[in-house]
């Protein structure tokens, strides 16, 4: 498929606009005018719609496939949300932060006030900053919380704990803040050695970064201990709310001693990831920790929704504007149509889906940490690895069968890891086919391991030179 | 020459007083084609254990510990342009650096060829 760079010749347009009959607005000042063209493709309209069709043709999402990306909650996005989103269309963003705006934009900030609001009562957390625009940012913005809370308390810190099984953006955002890392590995029993934590923990450790539940799927069992150590030695406890859709109205993290959490509301919010989306990662804290959330922060009064914008404690603002609106509508849409009780219902189904694909795989690949799962379940290619067939293979294979792959090689602590998360949304019939397809891949790296080399063989490309692609990078279109 | 190894899979090799570093045979063959390799600043002084370099493949970005103190009086810069050479010859040509030790009492911290690989037998 051509670039729509490729596609460009001269002269080509979609829209001539008609000469103008008004006289022509002050010329801009010498030096911000372009030296030279913009370089934009010359193409028809009927250009670019079939590019973009194309385009949009080839893309694989969660409207066309299932998509069991392990830690990723792919699920199906509620399209009445999209709805709700399409209302706000015509408010600028803007307009509450000018002088007198608030009373005009009441609808948007209750809005953001009622999610957050919702957000805290699910977390058990005091209050919600909805700001961050995704879930690394939003950790980043705990971290930073978290710092200013024992720098308001004199407090020396200068560690943050994170398991051996955490997302990577854990220990880079503690990092990013400016704090040392200390990596605690993981006990047989599938969660952080809790006597190997014990002996980490000091006085100068800010905080304890954990998942739960963590990157295996798995319950921690001694969440409570955990938190009650650290607290003894004045380190915060954050919660990385990637694994949320796994006990969302089950347990609130508040309450068994979290002070901090980030949320991805395009993972456990159904709202749509990456490209489709964007993200938004609201970070909920303890009553201790409001005074430092960002600015502007939305308080209710007797007089409606006002914005709070000095607070010389805050940590200021972090992003602008109020984040990703749309995505917070259709966050908070979610929410309302589900209510408690189907909210309540998502994590339980999500979690049957999960243990009901464990169950009827487990015969057919390794599974390092047998224990019943949660939202997720992590498989090992190792007995496939003999036959010279790794979880890269099979995630081929899925290529070629219309799956998007597992999550591959993640948790790192798992030799050839295959991340599986089914998510609530999908029907048993829609798994047992998936399940059906994993048992023929394993059966295929028994009977004929080579036949793996050639997938995907359906696709537009086949197997891509991963190592060529990150040595010698090419981003940049030739003709530019 | 007696290589010594760290449990992160680091090796280090005295010659002359200074000790070669590097990551072992077995991590360049668990962490798949090598794509960068992040070299410690000329001249930083470094704690045993601690983190001085990183290396990136196409599975996963990894630190590399310190297998002693010292001060790092060498890069090799190679590795920048042709990071492919960890993967071709971790424990020969694809040292990161030569650090000047400052303890070497340190080594009893540090597990011998015969034990280390006793150790990543374990592991497999």
Redesign the interface.
């Known amino acids: 498929m051509q670039l729509i760079y490729e596609q460009s010749i001269d002269g080509r347009r979609g829209v001539r606009l008609p000469a103008s009959d008004v006289p022509a607005a002050l010329p801009l000042p010498a030096e911000l005018l372009r030296k030279e063209a913009a370089g934009l493709p010359e193409v028809s309209e009927l250009d670019t719609v079939r590019h973009f069709t194309n385009l949009s043709r080839r893309n694989f999402s969660v409207d066309t496939h299932f998509y069991p990306l392990g830690s990723c909650t792919m699920k199906y996005n509620v399209k009445a949300t999209e709805n709700g989103a399409a209302l706000f269309n015509g408010e600028h963003p803007l307009l509450p932060l000018l002088p007198g705006g608030e009373p005009h934009a009441q609808g948007s900030l209750a809005l953001l006030h009622g999610l957050a609001t919702s957000l805290a009562e699910i977390t058990g957390m005091a209050e919600v900053t909805t700001q961050p625009l995704a879930g690394a940012h939003g950790e980043m913005t705990g971290i930073m919380l978290i710092a200013a809370y024992h720098k308001a308390k004199g407090n020396k810190k200068r560690y943050v704990i994170v398991p051996d099984s955490s997302h990577?953006t854990n220990p880079a955002s503690a990092a990013m803040v400016g704090y040392e890392i200390i990596t605690i590995p993981t006990a047989p029993y599938g969660d952080m050695d809790l006597d190997a934590f014990r002996a980490a923990m000091n006085n100068e450790v800010a905080a304890v970064m954990m998942t739960c539940p963590n990157t295996l799927g798995l319950f921690n069992p001694h969440i409570k201990e955990i938190c009650d150590i650290a607290h003894s030695f004045d380190a915060l406890c954050y919660y990385d709310g990637a694994n949320l859709n796994a006990i969302m109205g089950k347990v609130r993290p508040g309450d068994v001693g979290f002070d901090v959490i980030h949320l991805n509301l395009h993972k456990t919010f159904g709202t749509p990831h990456g490209g489709g989306g964007p993200g938004s990662g609201p970070v909920g804290v303890k009553e201790a920790l409001v005074p430092f959330l960002p600015l502007p922060r939305i308080v209710k009064n007797d007089s409606g929704f006002i914005l709070e914008t000095t607070n010389p404690a805050s940590i200021g603002r972090t992003a602008n504007f109020f984040g990703n609106f749309g995505v917070m509508v259709k966050a908070y849409a979610y929410i309302l149509l589900l209510g408690r009780e189907g909210l309540i219902r998502v994590s339980e189904q999500a979690v049957l889906n999960a243990n009901y694909i464990m169950a009827r795989l487990k015969g057919h690949y390794d599974l390092p940490y047998d224990f019943t799962c949660m939202h997720e379940c992590v498989f090992s290619a190792s007995r496939q690895v003999k036959q010279g067939v790794h979880a890269l293979d099979i995630a081929k294979y899925l290529i070629d069968q219309g799956y998007h792959p597992p999550t591959v090689?993640f948790p790192?602590i798992v030799k050839d890891a295959i991340m599986i998360e089914p998510t609530e949304t999908e029907s048993k019939a829609t798994m047992d086919l998936f399940i059906q397809v994993m048992i023929q891949a394993a059966e295929l790296a028994e009977s004929d391991p080579g036949a793996f080399a050639a997938l995907p063989a359906t696709m537009p490309v086949s197997r891509l030179d991963?190592?060529r692609a990150?040595?010698s990078q090419q981003v940049c279109f030739a003709g530019c | 020459m007696e290589t010594y190894f760290t449990k992160e899979h680091e090796w280090v090799r005295m010659k002359d007083g200074v000790a070669a570093v590097g990551i072992s045979d077995f991590a360049a063959h668990q962490l798949g084609?090598v794509?960068?390799v992040e070299l410690p600043p000329l001249g930083k002084s470094v704690k045993q254990f601690e983190q001085f370099a990183a290396i990136?493949s196409?599975?996963?970005?990894s630190d590399i510990y310190a297998p002693l103190s010292g001060k790092i009086i060498k890069i090799n810069d190679l590795l920048e342009e042709s990071?492919?050479i960890v993967n071709e010859s971790p424990e020969d040509a694809a040292w990161i650096a030569w650090l000047e030790p400052s303890n070497l009492d340190e080594l009893k911290n540090l597990m011998t060829q015969a034990q280390y690989e006793e150790f990543r037998g374990g592991m497999e």
């Open positions: 990577g090689y790192l991963e190592t990150a040595r | 084609d794509t960068f990136e196409v599975k996963a970005a990071p492919e």
